[in-house]
C-alpha cells in the first residue's frame, strides 16, 4: 500500500478535486478505483513487528475496530473536504453524535443545545446525558441571549444543527461559538441538513462536526455512517481510546460505498439544490400552502445569515399545507414520484411527515414550540428532472 500522488495539503486543491482524489491509497496492483478490504484483522511478519506495532512504533493496522485501509481513504477524504486537522469515521450519523457529545463528558458536566434537534440527536442530549449525571440546557437556538444564559460554571459543550430538522432555521454558528468559547466550551455542529459542500463549521469557529454520512455523503440509499471531524488534540484526548474501546466503528465495506459517493457529492448536491430552490419559488405562490421556508430564498427568516455563512440554500424545502394532517396525509398520498420516507438527502425524492414520524416523540407543545404543525411536509429533492417534481407536486397539492 501506498498513499497515491493524490493532493496531501489540504487547501491546495478544490473540495470537487478532493472529493475525487483525497486520501487514495494504492495497492501493489494499481487499481483505478479505491481498493476494498473487508478483513478484520492484519497478520504479521513477525512477532517483534507486532510487538512494535501494538506499542504504536510501527504504523500498520492492528484490528478493523481501531482502523483499516478502506475506512482510512474515507476518513482521510473527509477531513481534506471539510478542512480538519484529524476525523474519525463512525458506523452511524447517531454513533457520531454520541461519541462527539458523550466522549468528553463525565458526571457533574452540562451541556446546552438547541431545542430543534434531530429526534435521536434530542434523545441523547435530553434523556441519555442526565442518566450519567449530566447535565442539560435546550434553548431556542434563534436567541443568543438564550446559549448565554444558560451557561454554568460547569458547561463543557454546546451542541447545534443548522439548518434545524424540520423547519430549516439557521443559527448564528460564529456568534454561538464565540459564547461557548468565552464560556471555555467547545461548539459541535451536527452539519448533516447544509452538507460540507455549503457549508464549513470548522471555519466559522465551530470545535467540532459531526455528520450522518447515511444521507447525502452516500446520497443512494445503500447504507448507514457517520463521521466526526475536529482538532488531532480533541481526538487524541477524547475519542481516540474511548472508540477503540466501545467500538462504535464503521465498516469496511460502508466505508467503500462512501468513498464512492464522496466522488459525486457536489455534483449530486448542486443539482438538488438548485432543483430545491425551483421547486420552493414554485409552491411559494401555492394557494394550498400556508408556510414555505427554504433558505435560499429572500423570505427566509434568517436570510441575511444564510448569506452570511452558507454557500447557497438547501436540497430540502419545508412547507406547511393547509388544512393540517388530513391536508397533509391526502398531499403525501398522492404524490407518484416523491416517495414517503423519514430518510432524506437520496437521490430519490424523499417526503416527510415530521409530526407523526421523526418528532412524533415530543410533545404537541413542544412541537408547536418549534414550529411542527400538523400540516408540515418535508421534501427532499432527489435527482429527478425538476420539472417532474414540480408537476408532481403541484398535482398532489390540488388533493390538499
Ligand atoms: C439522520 C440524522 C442523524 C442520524 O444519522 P444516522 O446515520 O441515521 O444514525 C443525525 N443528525 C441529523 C441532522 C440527521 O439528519
Sequence with gaps: MSQSTAPAAKTRYRPE?????????????????????????????????????????????????????????????????EGAEAGRSTATGMAAVTTAVLAPLKAGDHV???????????????????????????????????????????????FLESPTNPTLDVLDISAIAEIAHAAGARLIVDNVFATPIWQSPLALGADVVVYSATKHIDGQGRCLG??????????????????????????????????????????????????????????ANHPNISRLIYPGRADHP??????????????????????????AFRVLNALKIARISNNLGDAKSLVTHPATTTHQRLSIEARAELGISEGFIRFSTGLEHPDDLIEDLTAALEKA
Design 226 to 283: 457517520g463521521m466526526i471531524l475536529s482538532s488531532e488534540a480533541f481526538i487524541a484526548e477524547h475519542l481516540h481510546n474511548f472508540m477503540r474501546q466501545t467500538g462504535p466503528s464503521l465498516s469496511p465495506f460502508n466505508a467503500w460505498v462512501l468513498l464512492k459517493g464522496l466522488e459525486t457529492l457536489a455534483v449530486r448536491v448542486r443539482a438538488q439544490t438548485e432543483s430545491a430552490g425551483k421547486i420552493a419559488d414554485v409552491l
Design 17 to 81: 478535486t478532493r472529493l475525487v482524489h483525497a486520501g487514495t491509497l494504492r495497492s501493489e496492483f494499481g487499481e483505478t478505483s479505491e481498493g476494498l478490504f473487508l478483513t478484520q484483522g492484519y497478520v504479521y511478519d513477525s512477532a517483534e513487528q507486532c510487538e512494535a506495532r501494538f506499542k504504536g512504533e510501527d504504523p500498520g493496522y492492528i484490528y478493523s475496530r481501531y482502523s483499516n485501509p478502506t475506512i482510512a481513504m474515507f476518513e482521510r477524504r473527509m477531513i481534506e473536504l
Design 112 to 158: 446546552v443545545a438547541s431545542k430543534a434537534l434531530f429526534g435521536s440527536c434530542r434523545y441523547v442530549v435530553e434523556d441519555l446525558l442526565p442518566r450519567y449525571g449530566i447535565a442539560s440546557t435546550l434553548v431556542d437556538g434563534l436567541d443568543l441571549d438564550q446559549w448565554k444564559r444558560a451557561v454554568r460554571p460547569n458547561t463543557r459543550s454546546f
Design 302 to 327: 434568517q436570510a441575511a445569515l444564510v448569506k452570511k455563512q452558507m454557500r447557497a440554500g438547501s436540497t430540502l424545502v419545508g412547507f406547511e399545507v393547509k388544512g393540517g394532517k388530513p391536508a
